[in-house]
């Protein structure tokens, strides 16, 4: 066991306060890097040194993993255990000892989000709802309901139908003997408001509260603390109202922004010394989030050295970006001796994996991508790759099962079953089976029978493919992968997807990219050749090393990591901050928290990087370097790329294509020119430009009323 008063003694001077802090509430502001873990274990330890008995002590923090951590760091320095759980294990603990006294038996099943989902369908059939309202958005209705304990006897008149699909939801949990997820919140708040002695039970069990991350508080959370709490005041909280990035979970700073109106007196310690990173990068950061009104005052500061400036490249493109990337990381592990995991590249959204994955796998570099998978097997990927299979290979069975209900066309496990065992008989393809008996003369010569919604469905698949098949005997690969997406109607089975559908969808015009630069690169571009690329490359990178591997990453993974080099790239206007946001000040501000998140990530070595044209929402867009980087003072950049652009407000000029890009036959119009596009529909070139990419078109579309930036030599235009 470690001597806990000599490690004390180790601490900083405002690490020993918050350490050493005893009776009344406190707010430890910890920085980045600045050792939160280390004051929150030790404090604990202190208080049972002091004669607070360990079972008068709970500690709260928000996954399994973290209260795992500090369990084990607290236990170096005492004999005796702590509860340190998470929010939910808590309330789950709670309801089992208590859950009697609201209607529930102890032994209630706590349903996971399949059961959940289904048990809303069914409520929503029973109110003849299901077309009325969207399953999305009642989920996420309910959920931020029961987040921030809203009372099922709210009056809102536009949301009158969504409450009363809340008022039957719980009815019908409760009729189950069971809970959701967000009831092991929901409920025990209600349990501790409502029965004032099972309140006085738990009030008196613990004398000592501590949380973790209190940033990231939603409103029940923030309801069971102060409930639980009562007039003791002994509330112990560590948090960073700057990397506060988790509103879209329900998380609410204005918890910690008003702890001292919540308890007058409140001590508070800023934990200013970070541990982390170079000076250098800590100016930057500090820089940038000042721009935030809403926020505590501190100043992050660090004894280790200036350290190197802040690399910025401006690319041309994102493949150029990329390539940088990767160059930049093979140089500090050949020059510096900096291992692949000492590395992270972090990126605003998944999509922007794509380009990096490709250029990653071309030059051997082993990665890893940290709290997502690899892009070419996502789901939403995957679903397109297997039409794409089936068209090149009518006997891929495999590929027909995956597809065959995407969207859902109503057969069943027996119907497909059925359905093999005739295709197999007759001698044919899967596929050729299901394009040849498809009009309602050939299903009587089916040797099995199908109701009228399988009928509607099977002649549904077979117009899809039919257009599949004569597309693959085209010119243009990207013209088919698109119509494997929209003709198929698959966007549709997204709309039946979790919150995460605009993520999906950036991924699925990533691919139609994809097969467009594949199609101008490649000598004999065909069909086949695409997925067996797109095969070895899955393959390739299911067989990387992953113990000495780059870490890939969104920047709301990396919260809590470091890194010897990191890498933010994407940095654009519309991208980070994201074009969501930018009609809300407060959206921009956590986009703002965001970036300062990703800055303090990196010990010594930081790059960003931007593009000034990237492919974006399925078209080539004329990027700007994002408001953030020009945050940040002049004097800690260095500018990597071949004009200077440190400003949002600046352009990077105009670039000459490198020779060894390949060029190609391109469009050719001029401005005033009505031209016609396979997706977009019939435009008008409203202006041109020579661009590092070739010659590129800006053209307004009448179909939607937009106006995209069309890079001339991948965009399939025509005439009319």
């Known amino acids: 066991m470690k001597n806990l008063s000599q490690e004390i003694d180790t601490l900083n001077p405002q690490q020993m306060q918050a350490v050493r802090h005893n009776e009344g509430p406190m707010l430890v502001l910890a920085g980045a890097g ?13 208080l049972i040194a002091s004669g607070v008995s360990p079972d008068k002590i709970l500690g709260l ?7 795992k951590e500090m369990k084990e760091r607290v236990e170096r320095y005492a004999t005796h255990a702590v509860r340190i759980s998470t929010f939910h294990s ?9 859950i009697t006294h609201l209607g ?30 969207e399953l999305k958005a009642v989920k996420s209705f309910i959920s931020n309901a029961k987040n921030a304990f809203l009372s099922t006897d709210t009056e809102d008149d536009e949301k009158a139908a969504f409450f009363e699909v809340y008022r039957r939801y719980l009815d019908k949990l409760k009729s189950c003997n069971a809970v959701d997820f967000d009831d092991l919140l929901y409920l025990p708040v209600k349990l501790l408001k409502s029965f004032p002695q099972v309140l006085e039970i738990y009030q008196s069990r613990w004398s000592h509260f501590l949380v973790d991350e209190y940033q990231d508080t939603n409103g029940a959370q923030y309801l069971f603390i102060k409930l639980l709490i009562g007039t003791r005041r002994n509330l112990f909280v560590v948090g960073d109202p700057d990397q506060s990035i988790y509103s879209w979970r329900g998380a609410n700073v204005r918890n910690i922004l008003s702890f001292e109106n919540d308890f007058p007196g409140a001590a508070i310690v800023r934990l200013e010394q970070n541990y982390r990173s170079t000076s250098t990068i800590l100016k930057a950061a500090n820089a940038v989030i000042k721009k935030n009104a809403g926020r505590y005052e501190k100043e992050l500061w660090s004894a280790l050295g200036d350290g190197e400036k802040i690399g910025v490249f401006g690319a041309r493109s994102d493949r150029e970006e990329a390539s940088f990337v990767a160059r930049t990381i093979l140089s500090h592990s050949k020059e510096k001796g900096i291992g692949f995991g000492k590395m992270c590249v972090f990126y605003r959204t998944n999509f922007q994996s794509r380009v990096l994955e490709d250029e990653l796998l071309s030059r051997k570099i082993p990665y890893t991508i940290v709290g997502g998978i690899s892009f070419y097997l996502r789901k939403e990927i995957k679903d397109i790759l297997s039409m794409l299979r089936l068209i090149d290979n009518p006997h891929d069975l495999i590929s027909f099962l995956r597809v065959v209900n995407l969207p859902k066309r109503g057969f069943g496990e027996t119907t497909l079953e059925k359905l093999q065992e005739a295709h197999a008989v007759s001698g044919l393809s899967i596929l050729d089976f299901m394009l040849t008996h498809y009009q309602d003369d050939s299903f009587g010569t089916l040797p099995f029978t199908l109701t009228a919604k399988q009928k509607d469905g099977w002649r549904d698949f077979a117009k899809s493919f039919m257009l599949l098949k004569t597309l693959a005997n085209g010119d243009s690969l990207k013209e088919l992968v698109s119509a494997a997406v929209y003709q198929t109607r698959y966007v549709s089975v997204l709309d039946e997807d979790t919150p995460t559908k605009q993520e999906r969808l950036e991924n699925i015009e990533e691919l139609i990219v994809k097969a467009a630069e594949w199609e101008e690169g490649a000598e004999e571009p065909t069909l086949s050749q695409f997925l067996e690329e797109i095969s070895l490359v899955s393959s390739l990178d299911q067989a990387d090393n992953k113990e000495e591997s780059l870490h890939l990453m969104t920047l709301h993974n990396g919260k809590g990591l470091e890194f010897q080099v990191a890498f933010l790239i994407g940095v654009e206007e519309d991208l980070f901050p994201h074009i969501n946001s930018k009609k809300d000040e407060k959206l921009i501000e956590e986009e703002r928290r965001l970036f300062y998140v990703g800055l303090t990530r990196a010990k010594e070595h930081l790059f960003i990087s931007y593009a000034q044209n990237r492919s974006l929402w399925g078209a080539m867009r004329r990027m700007r370097a994002s408001r953030f980087l020009s945050e940040i003072p002049l004097y800690l950049l260095t500018s990597l790329s071949n004009y200077q652009s440190s400003s949002a407000s600046q352009e990077p000029p105009q670039a000459v294509a490198p020779a060894a890009a390949k060029q190609s036959a ?3 119009g001029k401005v005033g020119d009505a031209v016609f596009h396979p997706q977009f529909g019939i435009g008008k070139i409203v202006s041109s430009q020579n661009g590092s990419l070739g010659l590129i078109y800006d053209v307004h579309f009448t179909k939607d009323n937009k106006t995209r930036c069309l890079v001339a030599k991948c965009a399939p235009l025509s005439l009319l």
């Open 34 to 46: 600045s050792g939160k873990t280390k004051v929150a274990t030790l404090r604990i330890a202190a």
């Open 61 to 67: 923090t928000f996954t399994n993993k973290a209260a």
């Open 90 to 98: 808590l309330g789950a603990k709670i309801l089992r000892e208590s």
């Open 104 to 133: 529930f038996t102890s032994d209630f099943a706590i349903y996971d989000a399949d059961d959940s989902e289904k048990l809303l369908k069914e409520v929503m059939r029973e109110l003849n709802l299901e077309k009325a309202l």
């Open 666 to 668: 391109s469009f050719i």
